[in-house]
């Protein structure tokens, strides 16, 4: 089985991503992860990667599927996070995947409510010495500026605000509605919204029973 997730900024698709991964053992297949990968090993196509990055420009569509290309062969199946994020992707990745006789079986729309993703966005507090991370609106520490485990003042990352969060949710919408698009023309698409976490669960699990 092999599924695609999309879904907005902070519209809870890594949580998502890691209970269908446990319970289909499917695997989380992002590529943004590969990338990170990539830039890791520090060789030469790390260097000229990161060039490209930093230019702000995108990485390849033909870079990318072949990322995409060495991780596929699992005989499980995959969920792909971040991928694909264009009509050509999703055109290579339909032929890539016919080629090894497989295929998507369904889109995962992840939605909720915009005020909801910026208040997780812009609610968010991290943790700077034990990594945990709270919300001020949703999972709030004691104190507000302190971390109930290990006491550490906690930070709100400079992405964390709402204009950075406004530009990349128009961003997401205007590049990901062509695929919404795109996949429910050919019936795949099934919207999913996020408000409980348990309750979109069960949505889900029972999408991916009738396959
Ligand atoms: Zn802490």
Redesign the pocket.
Known sequence: MNIILLAPPAAGKGTMSELISKKYDLEPLSTGDLLRAVLNKGDEESVRLKKIMDSGQLIDDDYILSLVKEKLGNNKGYIFDGFPRTINQADALDTLLTSINDKIDKVIYITVPKEVSLKRTIGRRV??????VYNIYFNKPKNEKI??????N?IKRNDDVEEVFNKRYDTYLKETMPLIEYYKNKGLLEEVENIDKEETFAQITKILEEI
Not at 127 to 132: S, V
Not at 147 to 152: A, L, Q, T, V
């Open positions: 943790c700077p010495n034990c990594k945990k971390c109930d485990e290990c006491g550490s906690l």
